[in-house]
């Protein structure tokens, strides 16, 4: 079945960026002039997707605005006859149809995805996380959809991380199937180096079949009241296979801090109109 829908979970309080997220959602921080958000719909308005269904929380109205046509602004760009500008505010609302559902509390990624089961229905969707923001020639969610196309089964996309910092990361017990593809055969939140059974790491891109939902439903909560993604798709596996992508493009973890800073220099490194000048200013700095 065609992959026709993308869920974008943005509810998280986003602390790790305080006081930055107080009033204002994580997402809409910009890497050099476009929001974190945008670069990730554009990753699947380009592989093809046009429904997207956005999981939002408290104060994250920033976000429905951004996507919304602004009537305003569109009038006086119009009148000043700035067309560029006109048509890079107005490209995305005219190319894919959005949904907002409210997650009431931040339960969980798990307990994100569980909101969007009726918009869903019986077929399979994709899940970006706004945090991984990823360089590549081909869109990672269209080489995943690829995958789940060929094989029909759950996607995740996994990366190779260094060990020492494999402890941040949902990481995978696999065996190798095909060049980059693997069979999930378990997976572990969070792992201590010895405990990691792998050096595959989750990272926020899936196809999910529309039977996460009911796994999602046997998960129980931990300590804190969250319902995991992961121990989700551990449920699932009981009753249908997994398989994970090694994607090919360069991750950068805009959720940290310093994953951020990296994102911002290099988009601003490869920009046409800013990399030679911003370059020079790099090479000259002496701090
Ligand atoms: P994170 O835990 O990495 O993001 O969740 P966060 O909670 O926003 O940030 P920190 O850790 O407090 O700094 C991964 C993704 O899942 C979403 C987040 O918005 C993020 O895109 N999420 C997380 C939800 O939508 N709901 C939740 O309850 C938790």
Redesign the pocket.
């Known amino acids: 079945m065609k992959i026709r829908k993308a869920v974008f979970?943005?509810?998280?309080?986003?602390?790790?960026?305080l006081p930055a997220t107080k009033a204002s959602p994580?997402?809409m921080m910009p890497l050099v002039d476009k929001p974190l958000i945008q670069y990730v719909v554009e990753e699947a308005i380009d592989a093809g997707i046009r429904e997207i269904i956005m999981?939002t929380?408290r104060g994250k109205n920033a976000i429905e605005d951004h996507f919304d046509i602004s009537f305003e602004l569109e009038h006086t760009l119009k009148g000043k006859n700035k067309n560029k500008l006109l048509e890079e505010v107005q490209k995305i609302s005219n190319l894919v149809d959005f949904w907002y559902i409210r997650?009431k509390e931040?339960?969980?990624?798990g307990?994100?995805i569980l909101r969007t089961k009726d918009l869903i229905g019986n077929e399979p969707f994709a899940v970006l996380?706004?945090?991984d923001i990823i360089y590549s020639d081909i869109p990672v969610i269209r080489q995943l959809i690829d995958i789940y196309e060929r094989y029909n089964v759950s996607v995740i996309a996994v990366e190779k991380i260094d060990r020492k910092e494999i402890s941040s990361y949902g990481v995978i017990e696999c065996k190798g199937i095909d060049d980059s593809v693997y069979q999930v055969l378990d997976m572990v939140e969070k792992p201590s180096i010895s405990e990691a059974p792998s050096d595959l790491a989750i990272i926020?891109r899936y196809i999910l079949t529309p039977e996460i939902f009911t796994a999602l439903e046997k998960t129980e909560p931990d300590k804190s009241g969250?319902i995991h993604l992961t121990y989700g798709l551990r449920h699932l596996l009981k009753q249908q296979v997994i398989y994970a992508f090694q994607f090919k493009g360069k991750r950068y973890d805009a959720?940290n801090k310093l994953g951020f800073l990296k994102a911002t220099v290099e988009f601003a490194l490869r920009r046409p109109d800013l990399g030679d000048d911003f370059r020079e200013y790099l090479k000259g700095l002496e701090l």
């Open positions: 979970p943005v509810a998280g309080l986003g602390t790790r960026f994580k997402e999981i929380g997650q931040p339960l969980g990624l307990h994100a996380l706004g945090d926020g969250e959720g």
